[in-house]
Structures are given as C-alpha cells and as structure tokens.
C-alpha cells in the first residue's frame, strides 16, 4: 500500500535526519536505507529525497561535502550538523505525543460521530 503524499511529506525529512544520525551518506544510499529500515513502506525518489536534502542544507540541519568514492567517482555527502540534531530530538518528541494521541483515539470503544 502506497502512502499518501502527505503524510510521506510530513514524515520524510525527520525519516532523514534520523538515518542521518548514524553517519553521513550519498543520495542513493540513503535512498536505500529509508525503503530498507521501513521494511519499504517508505520510498524516497530522486524528486523528492534531493528537494529535500536541499531543503534541509538551507535550514543547516544537514551539511554536505564531496568525497570521492573508491570507484574514483565523487559523490556528495550528507551529514546531520548539531543543529539537525536538536532538530530531531524536537521532532521526535512532538512525533510521540501525536502517535499517543492518534492511538488513543483509535482505541476508545465505542466511539460514535453523532
């Protein structure tokens, strides 16, 4: 089952700063490890992982530098910078708070909309 847009634009980028966390990465691989660690619930592509990276350069959560791989090809790298880190922390928390409150909803019996 496909995720909604939405919700995939809400989740994606503390998704990144998460996998971020536990050391720099390229694009590609880090494309890999968010469909692998979500057991491939969530799928970031090229238009909107790069957008994103982006994104969160301009915000400095996240830093970049080229690096030449062993294949002699340079690929670009992105790390989590201090600030991404106080980021995620915040984010984690609020993310708790509304996966509390979501669950406690869905688990009031008898719940009636009139």
């Known amino acids: 089952m496909k995720l909604e847009r939405e919700l995939l634009k809400g989740v994606a980028p503390m998704v990144v700063l998460e996998i971020l966390s536990r050391g720099a990465m390229y694009g590609y691989e880090l494309s890999e490890a968010v469909a692998q660690r979500s057991g491939n619930v969530l799928t970031l592509g090229r238009g909107t992982l790069y957008p994103l990276l982006y994104n969160l350069e301009a915000k400095q959560l996240v830093a970049s530098q080229w690096q030449e791989a062993p294949t002699k090809r340079k690929r670009r790298y ?36 009139a």
């Open 78 to 113: 992105y790390g989590i910078t201090g600030k991404g880190s106080e980021y995620l922390a915040n984010q984690k928390q609020q993310w708790d708070q509304l996966r509390t409150g979501v669950e406690a909803v869905f688990a009031t019996p008898g719940l009636s909309t």
